[in-house]
């Protein structure tokens, strides 16, 4: 017997409680709601990025009305959205009970980018999807948090590959009408406008609000008539443009960031500058204080005494610098406000204040005026504290004030759907209340709650979903083989075979050729009928980096035109979407930086909640994380100076790994086909990695070490 018709007034509010559900962000960590979405147009879910906003507006009000007649839609739908309002309304959470402060008096954690969601493309790499990850563990800790940054209105640019291999770049005009994003209003009703000064000019911006579960990002845009041509532009895409378009974002970040906040009422307790893009807010309080009266030095104290600093750059190259005739010209008008000289302000971001040819760096001023700092791993804050221990007179190196924490990730924004079920079929509807915890996470090494069988098989499903995801995307892409059709797609890679994946930024110091140091070996190692490997690489280089361009395209013409082909592809457009499936499909998770040059590299983090292990330098997190049994090293934990020499050994040791170690361990069966050992390293993995690099972790250490002391 089927359910009683829908009430006509619960149709109304449950449609109502759905739009502000698909403008709530809070649904990309949430599978059920996903799943609601998803069912109005599976072919618009997969089309349109995912994006629950634009679903809305492809299903016409009286088709959503329709569709919630038939009961067990609307059932999901109200299950949904119940679990949406009780996680709003929850009172009790950690921050409630560690860090009350806080939630009356938020954190302004300030970004130049923030990686939610695929939905939302406005950031460029790690940097920005840590930024996202934080927010949703803050979020899910109940913390009080407001990001801050800008709205690129084209985003970061998409990847098309030319026909002779080469990266070429284009942008995409966002609509915020599609997105999971909504204007500011100020008393009137009318969107929130403010002024900030960049160069001769009084520019206007306005005011984006994301609802990131609890938490909220305020984003600033200058696309406004009433700005000429080129400051509309400013916010165009993610750093883009030259030097003086650098300058006067992250002018309109930090200074136009304290006003949105000062405008809208809110007192943070502490400002966090993820990076030193967002320093200029520092400048911005201290004109405030001293338009109240207070001294000079007693204003930079106040600034320090509420700022927090977090670095994520271990090359030199990498900290934005300005001359002081392009801080004059970008800080002209508001320089007068601060009543600085030239020398002055200068002085502040550089760390030689006396040294006039020494330019402006925002790294420098992000120190100065903060009462912590931090770096994102250990080896990290070890380089950092050597990088900056000019700012420190009369320091030794490990006494420079610059800490660790050490970067994680939000797991349940990372995992993909099968997992998910996965740990819902045996832990029950309340399973993702202990996804963070050790207690959780020492359960997966007990055969008794799952068989080695049953964690294999979830392996299998991982890699067939990634290849299938693979062959798909490669036929849209049209061109990695040279006669393309359906069933040559379907013959691309082997659901048998160990898969390697390797999908980051394409900086030379990533090294994403160095494996192919040994091709002919390599060639040899995918070929093999008993114990086949093949790898899988994504990424994007810089617009502006033909060097990251030239190992694309090296990689793509061994994936098209050499012996590895079928046996190695390399997936155009890399973003969010696609990292999802490769850390979940991929058995080995690549990473062979130069080291140090790796600050954190969290890629690899997402791994092994689905099963996979690490192969990395000892570099970043994984110098910390590995302990022997749970993943694989590259080398041991030094380098040597010499680029050239650190190439030749790191390749020798990646090769030897991969031959002695990883390959031997994957195709050790018994007589069921089960790779017992391997199984054993998964699950050292997932008691010894997961429950510690995570951000449920990192927020709370930045709030005990760094938020709530002075």
């Not at 709205?151 to 995409?172: H, L």
């Not at 804050?381 to 420079?400: D, F, I, T």
């Not at 915890?437 to 049953?454: C, G, K, L, N, V």
């Not at 082909?565 to 080995?588: K, P, T, W």
Request: glycine residues 8%.
């Amino acid at each position: 017997m089927s359910d009683s018709p829908i009430s006509g007034a619960e149709l109304a509010k449950l449609t109502v409680d759905l739009n502000r559900l698909a403008r709530n962000l809070w649904w990309t960590w949430n599978q059920e709601a996903q799943e609601v979405f998803q069912e109005l147009s599976p072919r618009a879910w997969q089309n349109l990025y995912h994006n629950a906003v634009a679903i809305l507006h492809e299903v016409s009000d009286y088709e959503l009305r329709m569709r919630l007649q038939d009961s067990e839609f609307a059932r999901k739908a109200r299950e949904a959205v119940g679990i949406f309002n009780a996680y709003l309304e929850e009172k009790n959470t950690w921050a409630r009970e560690n860090a009350p402060a806080l939630v009356q008096n938020p954190v302004a954690y300030f970004s130049a980018e923030f990686g939610f969601h695929e939905t939302l493309p406005i950031a460029a790499g790690g940097l920005g999807v840590l930024a996202g990850d934080y927010t949703k563990s803050a979020s899910d800790l109940g913390l009080g948090l407001m990001g801050v940054s800008l709205f690129y209105r084209e985003g970061y640019f998409q990847q098309a590959i030319s026909p002779d291999n080469w990266q070429t770049e284009y942008f995409t005009l966002l609509n915020p009408r599609n997105l999971p994003m909504e204007a500011v209003r100020d008393a009137r009703g009318d969107p929130l406008v403010l002024p900030v000064e960049i160069a001769n000019s009084q520019v206007l911006f306005q005011v984006w609000q994301v609802n990131v579960g609890r938490c909220t990002v305020y984003l600033l845009e200058d696309h406004r008539p009433e700005n000429d041509q080129h400051a509309r532009d400013l916010t165009l895409r993610v750093y883009g443009g030259d030097r003086t378009t650098r300058i006067m974002q992250e002018v309109l970040l930090g200074i136009g960031g304290v006003r949105v906040l000062r405008a809208l009422g809110i007192q943070p307790s502490v400002f966090h500058l993820n990076e030193g893009h967002s320093a200029f807010l520092a400048l911005e309080l201290l004109r405030e204080k001293l338009v109240e009266g207070k001294r000079f030095n007693d204003a930079m104290e106040w600034v320090k005494d509420h700022c927090v600093f977090t670095t994520h750059t271990p090359v030199e190259a990498g900290h934005d610098r300005f001359d002081a005739g392009l801080m004059s010209y970008a800080l002209g008008r508001f320089q007068k406000q601060l009543k600085l000289s030239t020398a002055e302000l200068m002085a502040l971001g550089r760390a030689h204040p006396k040294d006039e040819n020494e330019p402006f760096c925002m790294t420098v001023l992000a120190l100065r005026a903060s009462r912590a700092a931090n770096a994102v791993s250990e080896l990290h804050g070890q380089v950092s504290r050597r990088m900056w221990r000019a700012l420190y007179p009369g320091k030794a190196e490990n006494e420079v004030p610059i800490g660790h924490i050490t970067n994680g990730i939000h797991l349940m924004g990372w995992m993909k759907g099968k997992n998910r079920r996965f740990w819902k079929q045996r832990l029950g509807p309340d399973w993702e209340k202990g996804v963070n915890t050790q207690e959780f996470w020492d359960r997966t090494s007990d055969p008794a709650f799952i068989s080695d069988e049953e964690l294999w098989a979830f392996r299998y499903h991982m890699r067939r979903e990634l290849i299938e995801f693979v062959r798909r995307r490669l036929l849209l892409q049209g061109r990695q083989l040279d006669k393309a059709d359906f069933i040559t797609y379907d013959r691309l890679l082997n659901p048998d075979a160990l898969t390697i994946g390797f999908a980051r930024r394409f900086a030379t110091y990533k090294r994403a050729n160095l494996i192919f140091q040994r091709y002919n070996d390599i060639v040899k190692l995918v070929k093999d009928p008993q114990r086949p490997v093949q790898f899988l690489f994504a990424g994007k280089a810089h617009p502006h980096d033909d060097e990251g361009k030239r190992l694309i395209q090296q990689i793509i013409h061994l994936s098209n035109h050499s012996e590895l082909q079928g046996h190695m592809v390399f997936l155009e457009n890399y973003d969010i979407h696609v990292a999802r499936q490769m850390v979940s499909g991929c058995d080995v998770w690549l990473n062979n930086p130069r080291r140090p040059l790796e600050a954190s590299g969290t890629s690899g983090q997402k791994a092994g909640c689905h099963g996979g292990l690490n192969l990395s330098i000892m570099d970043g997190w994984w110098r910390e994380g590995y302990d022997g049994k749970n993943g694989f090293a590259i080398g041991d934990d030094s380098h040597p100076g010499s680029v050239a020499e650190q190439d030749r050994r790191d390749s020798e040791n990646l090769y030897r790994v991969l031959t002695e170690e990883v390959i031997p361990t994957f195709y050790a069966r018994d007589a069921m086909g089960i790779p017992r050992q391997w199984i054993a390293m998964v699950r050292h993995a997932m008691t010894t990695l997961v429950p510690k690099y995570n951000t449920w972790r990192v927020v709370q250490e930045y709030t005990q070490k760094y938020y709530l002391t002075h």
